[in-house]
């Protein structure tokens, strides 16, 4: 280069010399597409197909809600007594038992 078209740089030549392979000869984007470019498609449909409450109320009845009253009574039907006697007997039985063997 001439040196008079280097004057204005000045100090800014030792810079830019260094510089210069770096610049790209083709531009990186091209300046008109190569094939025509579609637009992404959404990856969730903007109206679901179905419903997510249903419009139409269910053929089949729901069941009702189960009663409040639990179906064992609270109180036993057998005395106490008759119980805690079985119970005596069973675990007489199975001492018995433990101690033949």
């Known amino acids: ?6 004057e204005p ?3 800014m030549l030792p810079v830019l010399l260094p510089l210069m392979p770096l610049l790209p000869l083709v531009p990186l984007v091209p300046l008109m ?14 109206v679901p197909l179905v ?3 249903p ?10 809600a189960a009663p409040l ?3 064992v009574p609270l109180v036993p039907l057998v005395p ?7 119970f005596l007997v ?12």
């Open 80 to 86: 106490l007594g008759v119980v805690s006697l079985c």
């Open 33 to 46: 597409p190569l094939a025509p470019v579609a637009p992404p498609a959404p990856l969730v449909p903007l």
């Open 1 to 6: 280069m001439a040196p008079e078209l280097l």
């Open 51 to 53: 419903p997510l409450v």
């Open 90 to 101: 069973f675990l007489w039985c199975v001492v018995v038992v433990v101690v033949v063997d």
């Open 55 to 64: 419009l139409v109320p269910p053929l089949v009845p729901v069941a009702p």
């Open 69 to 71: 009253v639990p179906l």
């Open 9 to 11: 740089v000045g100090p």
